[in-house]
């Protein structure tokens, strides 16, 4: 069982857009939550971190539902700029970070 | 602003050979990580580090070995290098504290022939 799954999409959308991506994981025990972001050949870099009472970081908005454990990013207005690759990543305490994936978008012109 | 080096951006090397893979942060960080990246299957992690001279096993460590003996050098080292090791490796180190950003290198990009 993975421990966390995405949509690999990709999801293409217009300019403009809003899009959702949501993320399980499978550690209920499972503490901190963040979304990373990967543009083509570079490294993953943090775009957001995701807190119990949700947060928002201008067009995003990230989520956490720890009742049914999973995670979600809405990303407003999208623009080109957005297009990437977004991995979903959970801490389970003293372990390393655990990456899902990750969910590809391209945004159209 | 911080920084994770890898020695190299594209690599060949011929299967059997020793190859070292090597990678400096200069933030100071505690935290040691290095994975690799392939296409459907994402990030796994090979091995960490907490400290000098300490690693653990991520979830993938077979066929790798790696060496920390200053803490701002994390070095990756295949000891005979296979063509199903052909991949994009990336360096990535944190502060201590398990939840603390991960900063990653701009990765290795090695071809095992």
């Known amino acids: 069982r993975k421990e966390v799954e995405q949509d690999p999409g990709p999801f293409n959308v217009p300019e403009g857009a809003t899009v959702a991506f949501n993320c399980t994981y499978s550690?209920?025990?499972?503490?901190?939550f963040f979304w990373y972001r990967q543009d083509c050949r570079k490294e993953p870099k943090l775009l957001m971190s995701?807190?119990?009472s949700g947060n928002e970081d201008g067009r995003f908005t990230a989520q956490l539902n720890r009742a049914s454990q999973y995670i979600s990013l809405l990303i407003r207005d999208s623009k080109l700029s957005d297009s990437a690759t977004y991995l979903c990543?959970?801490?389970?305490?003293?372990?390393?970070?655990?990456f899902g994936k990750g969910t590809r978008l391209s945004v159209i012109a | 602003d911080v920084k994770v080096t890898q020695s190299s951006r594209y690599l060949v090397k011929r299967t059997g050979e020793k190859v070292f893979l090597e990678c400096v942060q200069d933030?100071?960080?505690?935290?040691m990580f290095w994975y690799r990246q392939d296409p459907g299957l994402g990030l796994r992690l090979i091995y960490f580090?907490?400290?000098?001279?300490?690693?653990e096993k991520g979830d993938i460590p077979e066929g790798y070995s790696v060496s920390r003996e200053k803490k701002e050098r994390f070095s990756l080292i295949l000891e005979s290098a296979s063509t199903n090791q052909t991949s994009m490796y990336l360096c990535?180190?944190?502060?201590?504290?398990?939840?603390?950003?991960?900063?990653f290198g701009p990765g290795t990009r090695l071809t095992v022939l």
């Open positions: 990535a180190s944190s502060d201590s504290g398990r939840v603390s950003e991960q900063f």
């Open positions: 550690n209920s025990a499972s503490q901190s």
């Open positions: 995701v807190y119990s």
């Open positions: 990543v959970v801490n389970s305490g003293n372990t390393p970070l655990v």
């Open positions: 933030m100071d960080h505690e935290n």
């Open positions: 580090s907490y400290d000098v001279k300490m690693k």
